[in-house]
């Protein structure tokens, strides 16, 4: 998984997955509607140019991990800077791209040196950071209150918080999945179950799990939660009424009974046998080569399991995270957000133009249909114009835009020591699961060390 808990898709369609063109509209017609001023238009709206009289345009830098994917990562966001530039003839965008790896780093880097980026792309997980450290602008003041707030209501009301923090939006939500149950149907049919009938419980999942193994030959569920990102992790320790760090964001949670219960039930799994001890990527490959039964996963995965089950001739579906006792199922999301750097309030302008029509129903379109994320906006999933027709052709997608309507954030953890801290977290969970340790003892014990590191 990369940084952003996303693994870039790749996403050539299965053999025989019916596809629906782009339905994104042509250059010229584009740069109308991104100009319109109709009442109740969701279109961006018009804006004065951000030039200086007589000057060339505005150039503002981009960093951005998309562009350093090769295929349709990069292309499909170079679409939209194209698409974004011919609607916008006073800016020009300056792409970098920089490796899921390595983005976070490198834009350090370049604050210290006095050159960030003007936007850059980055994660949920380190919005912390993000904003207090690289000294992301608040959007809040850039765009206006009233700006700001269009923006935002064209998003699912969840996924507007995602950039929040201490009562400031600072990053626009651009790219993010939710952990999904992808099952092997064709497993489920060989060990006598139903599989129009997908397990909603985690006791479900064990029984299923292990008539999978006893009867059809294959391991029965694999929990890609425990390795390099706590973003689904803290789904399910949400999903069993806990948290990971509290409201008020000064004490660590990950050890407290709620989170302990999980672990141990994640545990069990394996102790009995319906979940294979496996490293996550072989894990995946089991799945992918038709040999493992549930995979919870990032729902970014989709279109190369696709792949994988067309070449191998099974049915892949999925559903949604399943739930504890007496507790509704709280998905996370992964992925990213888009952050202004630049102070110059010219380049400000124009980025805060960018983010609007990186964010918008055609962007949206591409974004989901050519890059294989999460369309955030209700209204292009409904609009006969944009995604709808491609949803119908994609079922699976359903069970991420029900998720969508429901997810809490990733949360990041606060000061300097958040990495070290994440990886404590992780590092004890490890051991919990495939280790065998005392899931109290060992997540309380780790607590403790990382609390000290809190701010």
Not at 76 to 103: C, H, L, R, S
Not at 184 to 208: C, E, H, R
Not at 329 to 339: C, H, I, M, Y
Not at 401 to 430: C, D, H, M, T
Request: proline share 9%; hydrophobic share 45%; charged share 15%.
């Amino acid at each position: 998984m990369s940084p952003t808990g996303d693994n870039p898709p790749g996403l050539a369609l299965a053999p025989g997955v019916p596809h629906i063109v782009s339905r994104r509209v042509p250059a010229i017609l584009l740069a109308a509607a991104l100009f319109a001023t109709a009442c109740g238009s969701n279109a961006v709206p018009a804006a004065e140019s951000v030039k200086a009289a007589g000057s060339g345009p505005v150039t503002i830098s981009f960093a951005d991990y998309n562009l350093a994917t090769a295929g349709l990562g990069a292309d499909g966001t170079n679409a939209m800077i194209q698409d974004f530039e011919k609607a916008n003839p006073d800016i020009k965008i300056d792409p970098v791209g920089i490796t899921a790896t390595e983005i976070l780093p490198k834009v350090q880097a370049m604050v210290v040196a006095g050159n960030a980026p003007d936007v850059a792309q980055e994660g949920f997980g380190d919005l912390d950071y993000v904003v207090n450290d690289l000294r992301a602008q608040p959007l809040d003041t850039i765009a206006g209150a009233q700006g700001l707030q269009a923006a935002l209501s064209a998003m699912y009301p969840p996924v507007a918080k995602l950039g929040q923090l201490n009562g400031k939006t600072y990053g626009l939500p651009y790219t993010l999945s939710t952990p999904i149950l992808f099952y092997n149907a064709s497993l489920f049919q060989q060990a006598g179950l139903d599989p129009t009938q997908p397990p909603s419980t985690w006791a479900q999942v064990k029984q299923d799990a292990l008539a999978i193994h006893s009867k059809a030959g294959a391991s029965g569920v694999y929990i890609d939660c425990a390795y390099y990102f706590d973003w689904c992790w803290q789904g399910i320790v949400l999903s069993n009424g806990g948290r990971v760090l509290s409201q008020d964001r000064k004490t660590l949670e990950f050890g407290d009974p709620p989170a302990v219960q999980a672990a141990a039930m994640w545990q069990d799994l394996v102790k009995s046998g319906a979940h294979p001890p496996l490293s996550e990527n072989d894990a995946i490959a089991a799945f992918e080569g038709g040999k493992l039964g549930m995979l919870l996963e990032t729902s970014a995965l989709q279109a190369s399991l696709l792949t994988a089950a067309a070449k191998g001739g099974w049915d892949l579906r999925a559903a949604p995270m399943p739930a504890f006792p007496g507790h509704p199922v709280v998905p996370t999301n992964s992925g990213s957000a888009l952050f202004i750097l630049s102070g110059n309030p010219q380049k400000q302008q124009a980025a805060w133009r960018f983010l609007q029509f990186m964010t918008s129903e055609q962007a949206y379109t591409i974004i989901t249909e050519q890059i294989g994320y999460l369309p955030l906006r209700p209204d292009v999933v409904a609009d006969p114009n944009y995604l709808q027709p491609w949803i119908a052709q994609h079922p699976l997608m359903q069970p991420n835009l029900q998720q969508l309507q429901r997810l809490q954030p990733w949360v990041s953890f606060p000061g300097p020591n958040y990495v070290q801290i994440k990886n404590i977290e992780l590092a004890a969970l490890q051991q919990v699961v495939f280790g065998g340790a005392d899931p109290a003892g060992t997540l309380g014990a780790a607590q403790k060390r990382a609390q000290a590191l809190m701010p």
